[in-house]
């Protein structure tokens, strides 16, 4: 049993409040910032996965929704317009 609240904090959803297990990585990055060799990752649940996309996209921040486990290594300013998977 030792890890196992770490093993469940890794894959819980990052909307704040959730504790449901994340299915998706919601890949982003600050572009006033950040490159696009710099990628961060949310977790998402399916019930918050469009929550967190747009977020960050009324932001103005490139973002793309991978599987989880699929993170990306690189985003660039212009991502396509199909997020989902």
Not at 10 to 16: G, M, Y
Not at 31 to 55: F, M, N, T
Request: proline fraction near 8%.
């Amino acid at each position: 049993m030792i890890g196992l609240v770490d093993d469940l904090t890794e894959t819980t959803c990052s909307r704040a409040g959730c504790r449901n297990i994340a299915a998706w990585n919601v890949n982003w990055r600050n572009p006033k910032l950040h490159g696009p060799d710099r990628v961060k990752i949310w977790l998402a649940c399916d019930e918050h996965r469009d929550y967190l996309l747009h977020y960050l996209e009324a932001r103005d921040f490139p973002v793309l929704v991978t599987a989880l486990g699929r993170p990306l290594k690189r985003l660039p300013d212009a991502v396509p317009t199909e997020r989902r998977p």
